[in-house]
Nanobody, 128 residues
Framework: QVQLVESGGGLVQPGGSLRLSCAAPGFTFEDYAIGWFRQAPGKERERVTCITPFDDSTFYEGSVKGRFTISSDSSKNTVYLRMNRLRPEDPAVYYC?????????????????????WGKGTLVTVSS
């Protein structure tokens, strides 16, 4: 069974940075697309970014493009989300998810419906 474990959430000031990790022990990273989603209180879950570890192709939602960076380390079966210049609208529970096939990591296909496995999330709070 695929397990995804997020970590790295916490409290940060506006303009600050955090790095989230998504560890997936025991499964073949390169067979999946790995995405990050977020859900703020009272709002629907929204997509954030996605990576295909096989070729490091990425997709970013417009609201985070230029501020967030997704990367993968296949040797550690871990995907990272570096979040810079955090804004008041970024706080949420951040979830990582794995989708098959890897080709879902494009604008027209990337969404919660395309993901097969989910982690339990990590909370990001932005406050001064």
């Amino acid at each position: 069974q695929v397990q995804l474990v997020e970590s790295g959430g916490g409290l940060v000031q506006p303009g600050g940075s955090l790095r989230l990790s998504c560890a997936a022990p025991g499964f073949t990273f390169e067979d999946y697309a790995i995405g990050w989603f977020r859900q703020a209180p009272g709002k629907e879950r929204e997509r954030v970014t996605c990576i295909t570890p096989f070729d490091d192709s990425t997709f970013y939602e417009g609201s985070v493009k230029g501020r967030f960076t997704i990367s993968s380390d296949s040797s550690k079966n871990t995907v990272y989300l570096r979040m810079n210049r955090l804004r008041p609208e970024d706080p949420a529970v951040y979830y990582c998810a794995a989708g098959v096939p890897p080709g879902v990591c494009v604008d027209t296909m990337f969404g919660a419906y395309a993901m097969n496995y989910w982690g339990k999330g990590t909370l990001v709070t932005v406050s001064s």
